[in-house]
T-cell receptor, first 114, second 115 residues
Framework: KAGVTQTPRYLIKTRGQQVTLSCSPI?????VSWYQQTPGQGLQFLFE???????NKGNFPGRFSGRQFSNSRSEMNVSTLELGDSALYLC?????????????FGPGTRLTVL | AQKVTQAQTEISVVEKEDVTLDCVYE???????LFWYKQPPSGELVFLIR??????QNEISGRYSWNFQKSTSSFNFTITASQVVDSAVYFC????????????FGEGTQLTVNP
């Protein structure tokens, strides 16, 4: 069974640009969550999608958005990039709600903003 | 508000030593879950254990063991006879039932096991 895949693995952008990151959950999983990991702030929850609906949202500005498609694949978008957006962005999938269902993480997309 | 504190930023041990990673949490919920994850250099978080707030039994899995104490709001993780492959960042995380799949993570502890 394939794990959670994230594309691209590495990305370099400049300030002001926008970026789209993709996450393909494990087959059959309907819940996808996104986290941002930085050395200063650690791992912070961005948002969660279930059956194409945002179910939960963390404390991030509106420049961060996401969506989920009918096949459960999810994308997150960051507009008007800032230097502080440089981070490892992790995606996690589960069958349904945690903690009844185990959550599996992908390898992440490392975004560098210059 | 929920909070998880891992006071040990970095720990360095020699192979075969035992090591304990500390985790202290804060929550007002009576029903919650605690997790430990391992993050190797490859980046993905690897699930190690999940424990609910009503189950204070300690657990052992091979060289790993966990000590959950509600009285001190702690969920500590011990690796016995550490190995070089145990080198990674370890995260403790807290989940409450009403928060969907959202986890609140601690700052992480970088464990280095030297040969």
């Amino acid at each position: 069974k394939a794990g959670v895949t994230q594309t691209p693995r590495y990305l370099i952008k400049t300030r002001g640009q926008q970026v789209t990151l993709s996450c393909s959950p494990i087959s059959g999983h309907r819940s996808v969550s996104w986290y941002q990991q930085t050395p200063g702030q650690g791992l912070q929850f961005l948002f969660e999608y279930f059956s194409e609906t945002q179910r939960n949202k963390g404390n991030f500005p509106g420049r961060f958005s996401g969506r989920q498609f009918s096949n459960s694949r999810s994308e997150m978008n960051v507009s008007t990039l800032e230097l502080g957006d440089s981070a490892l962005y992790l995606c996690a999938s589960s069958l349904d709600l945690v903690p009844r269902n185990e959550q599996f993480f992908g390898p992440g997309t490392r975004l560098t903003v210059l | 508000a929920q909070k998880v504190t891992q006071a040990q930023t970095e720990i360095s041990v020699v192979e075969k030593e035992d090591v304990t990673l500390d985790c202290v949490y804060e929550t007002r919920d009576t029903t919650y879950y605690l997790f430990w994850y391992k993050q190797p250099p490859s980046g993905e978080l690897v699930f190690l254990i999940r424990r609910n707030s009503f189950d204070e039994q300690n657990e052992i899995s091979g060289r790993y063991s966990w000590n959950f104490q509600k009285s001190t709001s702690s969920f500590n993780f011990t690796i016995t006879a550490s190995q070089v492959v145990d080198s990674a960042v370890y995260f403790c995380a807290l989940h409450k039932e009403t928060s969907g799949s959202r986890l609140t993570f601690g700052e992480g502890t970088q464990l280095t096991v030297n040969p």
